[in-house]
């Protein structure tokens, strides 16, 4: 069974920068695109950034595309997003999951909250 684990959330000001790690489980990890995806409160959940498996190819979501970096280490089964110049709408919980049409069941997320 595949496992998500997200951290590195946390509070921040307006300007600063966080990073988030997701550790997978249960899987060849290097085998599988990977995504960011964020959610506030009664909002669907949105792309942020995916990564392809051997991590050379990545894209971003307009709203982030300048400010955040995605990265894996695949030896690690982590993947990261590096976010700065954050903005306080960029205040959400994010969560990691592979970036294709049928995903791994969520894990619980991490919530960063941008204050301004």
């Known amino acids: 069974q595949v496992r998500l684990v997200e951290s590195g959330g946390g509070l921040v000001q307006a300007g600063g920068s966080l990073r988030l790690s997701c550790v997978a489980s249960g899987l060849t990890f290097r085998s599988y695109a990977m995504a960011w995806f964020r959610q506030t409160p009664g909002k669907e959940r949105e792309f942020v950034s995916r990564i392809s498996g051997s991590g050379g190819i990545s894209g971003y979501s307009d709203s982030v595309k300048g400010r955040f970096t995605i990265s894996r280490d695949n030896a690690k089964n982590t993947v990261y997003l590096q976010m700065n110049s954050l903005k306080p709408d960029d205040t959400a919980v994010y969560y990691c999951?592979?970036?294709?049409?049928?995903?791994?069941?969520w894990g619980r997320g991490t919530q960063v909250t941008v204050s301004s």
């Open positions: 999951n592979r970036n294709a049409k049928i995903q791994f069941t």
